[in-house]
């Protein structure tokens, strides 16, 4: 799962400077290891479905045992397929979408890359400190996404006002996993819904991480970025 994620970051920042020479080819380019993603995770399907469980860990920061700790399961496994599957749609139609003569497509089609990429790490995290990881990587491209036209001053000012927004909402929801985690012993999330901890620091934290993933789903009152994004 490690060398899936990082082989579509990867792809997608070597399309960066492809724009210029491939055109809006470059999409198509981008579709390839989403889609051969979704066919890597489709043929788990079968066995995920009757109760398997894929898991992978790397460690990170061993001297706070901290690690990349990534886990398939039923549910990673239907949102890793709305990541892919969508993503890889997207492309293919941007491919027919934009003109030859469009600026910025190598970019782009990169930044939907990391994009996916990002969000895969989010589905598939089974720690929380990675799962935050992976939701501020989302935060950034996002940022880069919605000013990829940098010569726009309201392109700037909209992504600039996203990144704020849903950073600071990010930095909530961070506290909000500290307390959890502090509170269950543990970091990792299958480990903390199998003994869900109890206490006031729990609930405080619960409503940390909601206000997080209000203010990326641009929900009332944190809602005002996304018109200005779109």
Same mark, same amino acid.
């Given at each position: @799962?490690?060398?899936?994620?990082?082989?579509?970051?990867? /792809?997608?920042?070597?399309?960066?400077?492809?724009?210029?020479?491939?055109?809006?080819?470059?999409?198509?380019?981008?579709?390839?290891?989403? =889609?051969?993603?979704?066919?890597?995770?489709?043929?788990?399907?079968?066995?995920?479905?009757?109760?398997?469980?894929?898991?992978?860990?790397?460690?990170?920061?061993?001297?706070?045992?901290?690690?990349?700790?990534?886990?398939?399961?039923?549910?990673?496994?239907?949102?890793?397929?709305?990541? !892919?599957?969508?993503?890889?749609? /997207?492309?293919?139609?941007?491919?027919?979408?934009? #003109?030859?003569?469009?600026?910025?497509?190598?970019?782009? &089609?990169?930044? $939907?890359?990391?994009?996916?990429?990002?969000?895969? /790490?989010?589905?598939? &995290?089974?720690?929380?400190?990675?799962?935050?990881?992976?939701?501020?990587?989302?935060?950034?491209?996002?940022?880069?996404?919605?000013?990829?036209?940098?010569?726009?001053?309201?392109?700037?000012?909209?992504?600039?006002?996203?990144?704020?927004? !849903? #950073? $600071?909402?990010?930095? /909530? @929801? $961070?506290?909000?996993?500290?307390?959890?985690? *502090?509170?269950?012993?543990?970091?990792? $999330?299958?480990?903390?819904?199998?003994?869900?901890?109890?206490? *006031?620091?729990?609930?405080? =934290?619960?409503?940390?991480?909601?206000?997080?993933?209000?203010?990326?789903? &641009? *929900?009332?009152?944190?809602?005002?970025?996304?018109?200005?994004?779109?």
């Amino acid at each position: @799962m490690i060398l899936l994620i990082a082989s579509i970051a990867v /792809v997608g920042a070597g399309l960066f400077p492809s724009g210029r020479s491939l055109g809006r080819r470059v999409y198509w380019i981008a579709a390839m290891p989403l =889609g051969g993603a979704f066919v890597w995770l489709l043929a788990r399907a079968g066995r995920i479905i009757d109760g398997d469980v894929d898991v992978q860990h790397v460690d990170w920061v061993p001297a706070l045992g901290i690690g990349i700790d990534l886990r398939l399961d039923g549910f990673g496994l239907l949102m890793a397929l709305l990541v !892919t599957g969508i993503g890889a749609a /997207v492309c293919v139609y941007a491919a027919a979408y934009f #003109s030859e003569t469009a600026s910025g497509l190598g970019r782009s &089609a990169g930044l $939907l890359l990391m994009f996916a990429a990002a969000m895969l /790490v989010v589905v598939l &995290a089974d720690n929380l400190l990675l799962l935050y990881t992976g939701w501020e990587l989302t935060s950034i491209t996002s940022y880069l996404l919605i000013g990829n036209d940098h010569t726009q001053l309201h392109a700037r000012a909209a992504a600039l006002q996203a990144l704020l927004i !849903t #950073s $600071l909402g990010g930095l /909530v @929801m $961070l506290a909000g996993f500290v307390l959890v985690g *502090q509170q269950a012993g543990t970091f990792r $999330l299958s480990e903390i819904l199998a003994d869900p901890p109890g206490g *006031q620091s729990v609930h405080v =934290g619960l409503v940390l991480v909601l206000v997080g993933a209000f203010t990326k789903s &641009a *929900q009332y009152p944190f809602h005002s970025w996304l018109p200005s994004a779109m």
